[in-house]
């Protein structure tokens, strides 16, 4: 049986989940362990994704301060992958699980809030985070498997120039 980290991940190469990947991180198994398993599987299936690591659950420790430090280093590990990671959970548990840790704030934040509403209302800033970048409202079945249901209220925008911006005869569009 694979470890917790890498359930699911398998099933994520279809075409319908190739947008974002979650890993339930285990405090039993090393964090270098861990992120190889799941890029291995990730770079095998060719799923270029989003990586949300889910902070919630009981399989943290009751001491925040190993919590945050051990997030620290599976963030650096999957940093190193060059991986757009955000942080799952919802205010009760990452107080419960990180304390008053505000050190993940420029991670994207996909908030957990399952009251049937895409909105973002009735948030309140937690971890450091202003606003969320998703919200997952439910949850539903799809081919068997128990799927979130998702809102995104972020445009991630690619600002690279165009070629056209790099021509240097370009007329103005007024001429």
């Given at each position: ?121 009735k948030y309140k800033a937690f971890g450091g985070w202003k606003a969320p970048f998703a919200?997952?409202f439910g949850s539903a079945n799809l081919c068997e498997n128990s799927v979130g249901q ?26």
């Amino acid at each position: 049986r694979p470890p917790r980290s890498t359930q699911g991940v398998s099933s994520a190469a279809s075409d319908v989940y190739k947008r974002q990947v979650y890993m339930l991180p285990s405090l039993k198994v090393g964090v270098e362990k861990q992120v190889a398993d799941i890029m291995a599987v990730l770079k095998d299936k060719k799923i270029l994704s989003m990586m949300s690591i889910v902070v919630e659950g009981k399989d943290w420790s009751k001491d925040t301060k190993k919590n945050v430090e051990f997030l620290k280093s599976l963030v650096a590990e999957f940093t190193k992958n060059k991986l757009m990671l955000a942080i799952q959970t919802e205010a009760g548990a990452w107080t419960r699980i990180m304390g008053q840790s505000t050190d993940f704030s420029k991670l994207l934040l996909w908030w957990v809030k399952h009251d049937k509403n895409p909105e973002p209302v009735k948030y309140k800033a937690f971890g450091g985070w202003k606003a969320p970048f998703a919200k997952q409202f439910g949850s539903a079945n799809l081919c068997e498997n128990s799927v979130g249901q998702n809102s995104h209220y972020t445009c991630l925008l690619y600002t690279s120039p165009s070629p056209r911006d790099l021509s240097t005869s370009r007329m103005p569009s007024s001429a």
